[in-house]
């Protein structure tokens, strides 16, 4: 299954990205997008899967330095 991800950031000023991937993005993960590091923190099917894609719809948020 390849998953068609369409990425979109809250918080931060970000065009965001979308991107194929091989595995489903779960809340909890963290993408690397950018340069930059966010946490995923909603996941939604836009379609149902059709052949061997997916669609799905991911919130992130930037994962703050803890420096």
Same mark, same amino acid.
């Given at each position: 299954? #390849? %998953? !068609?991800?369409?990425?979109? &950031?809250? @918080?931060? =000023?970000? /065009? @965001?990205? &979308?991107?194929?991937?091989?595995? $489903? /993005?779960?809340? +909890?993960? =963290? &993408?690397?997008? @950018? @340069?930059?590091?966010?946490? &995923? ?5 836009? #379609? /149902? /899967?059709? +052949?061997?894609? $997916? %669609?799905?719809?991911?919130?992130? !948020?930037? #994962?703050?330095?803890? $420096?």
């Amino acid at each position: 299954m #390849i %998953y !068609k991800v369409s990425f979109v &950031i809250t @918080g931060r =000023q970000h /065009p @965001g990205e &979308i991107v194929n991937m091989d595995t $489903a /993005p779960r809340v +909890g993960d =963290q &993408i690397e997008l @950018g @340069g930059e590091v966010f946490e &995923i923190t909603e996941v939604v099917d836009l #379609i /149902p /899967p059709r +052949g061997e894609f $997916a %669609y799905l719809h991911v919130t992130c !948020k930037p #994962i703050e330095d803890p $420096a």
